[in-house]
């Protein structure tokens, strides 16, 4: 999918590399502007998913590529959850 984030109500899907600055840096700026803000993250990058995943903590992961049904399963659980594994 050709998007770098995409804004979903009062959550945000954005991609973990982007230029200029990481997805989880802006998790971290707009968590700062309201805190109830769920991310789901996604990348292409197989390391982002194993070992450096700190970020993942208060947000949910998406494996590219993905299909849209993916996608949507994905959003939904973020807009259900806020505290459960999220991988």
Sequence with gaps: MEFQHLRVG????????????RGPELAKRL?????TMRIVYM????????????????GFFLQKPFSRDTLVRKVG?????????RT
């Design 43 to 58: 990348s292409g990058y197989l390391e982002y998913n194993r070992g450096n995943e700190d970020f993942l903590e208060e």
């Design 10 to 21: 009062c959550e945000r899907v954005t991609d973990v590399v982007m230029p200029k600055m």
């Design 31 to 35: 968590k700062g502007l309201r805190n």
């Design 77 to 85: 659980e973020a807009l259900r959850n806020s505290s459960r594994s």
